[in-house]
């Protein structure tokens, strides 16, 4: 049975009612475990305002700032860990950022600013945060990152955030490689795509998902709650023996080949 209670789980990345963070969060949340919440600090602190009332219903028993470009933040959040929970059973790495201008376009054009930016929050933060979670992980764990094809194919729209997803993929075999003698599982979800604020960012989203409609075997995409599942699946011991590995959930999407091919 999947049951999380008594687990400890700190979920990054929510942002609103459809980030995907929030789909696992209230998954996490159903299979008993016992919440933590990090939100992306703002000068109006309006994502606090926005993100504290959407999570209370899971009754969160930590809710912290935490961009994970702030050394501090991230210190803070794990020091707050270890004196309130004294351990971490599950982190749930839900969050990637580029520049919009380096999401399109010609790909030589692209910035050392922009390829910076992105790879350093959309992947060197997953470890940076496992090596927080590390000390605080004494019983073992789960950590569980969120990547998309377009960091194994070329996918028109997606460019550095490819890139720094291609990053990510590898960072996950590393860090599993690493902390598997510490009983700590790495694993990422390769999600198909959901309409999102980060995902609106991406040119023709809508399309995208028509698209995969058309071609995926399940002739849909996904949604945030199936997601949500196969991330507490990840996060329990029914999946004690995986680690290092990219689950797709993405309705089948891919595995066709000739995308489009109509005979
Ligand atoms: O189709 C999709 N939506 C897919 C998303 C398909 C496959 C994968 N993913 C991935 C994304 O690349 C990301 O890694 O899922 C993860 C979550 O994305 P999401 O749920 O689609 O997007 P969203 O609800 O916008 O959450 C991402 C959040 C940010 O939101 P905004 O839109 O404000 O950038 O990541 C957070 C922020 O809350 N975030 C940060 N958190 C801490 N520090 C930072 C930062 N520096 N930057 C962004």
């Not at 933590?36 to 969160?60: A, C």
């Not at 991230?74 to 969050?95: M, P």
């Not at 990637?96 to 399109?104: M, P, R, V, W, Y």
């Not at 060197?124 to 605080?136: D, H, I």
Request: aromatic share 6%; net charge neutral.
């Amino acid at each position: 049975m999947l049951d999380l209670t008594g687990k400890n789980a700190l979920v990054t990345g929510i942002a609103n009612n459809r980030s995907i963070a929030w789909g696992i969060a209230q998954q996490l949340h159903k299979a008993g475990a016992n919440i933590g919440v990090t939100y992306l600090p703002d000068p109006k602190g309006r994502f606090e305002k926005k993100v504290g009332e959407l999570v209370k219903p899971l009754n969160p028993s930590l809710f912290l700032p935490c961009d994970v470009q702030n050394e501090s933040q991230i210190e803070a959040v794990f020091e707050t860990i270890g004196q309130k929970w004294n351990k971490l059973d599950i982190l749930i790495h839900c969050l990637a950022f580029a520049d919009k201008n380096d999401l399109s376009g010609e790909f030589t054009n692209l910035s050392r600013e922009g390829f910076t930016k992105a790879l350093d929050i959309s992947a060197y933060s997953l470890t940076r945060l496992a090596k927080g979670a590390k000390p605080l992980m004494t019983d073992g764990g789960s950590i569980v990152t969120l990547t998309y094809l377009g960091g194994v194919k070329v996918v028109p729209n997606y460019n550095v955030m490819g890139v720094a997803k291609s990053a990510l993929d590898m960072s996950v075999r590393y860090l599993a490689a690493e902390l598997g003698s510490n009983n700590i599982r790495v694993n990422a979800i390769s999600a198909g795509p959901i309409r999102t604020l980060a995902s609106s960012a991406v040119g023709g989203i809508l399309d995208m998902i028509h698209h995969v409609e058309k071609i995926a075997p399940l002739r849909r995409t996904v949604t945030q709650t199936e997601v949500g599942n196969a991330a507490a699946f990840l996060c329990s011991d029914l999946s004690s023996g995986i680690t290092g590995q990219v689950l797709y959930v993405d309705a089948g999407y891919e595995i066709m080949g000739m995308a489009g091919f109509v005979s």
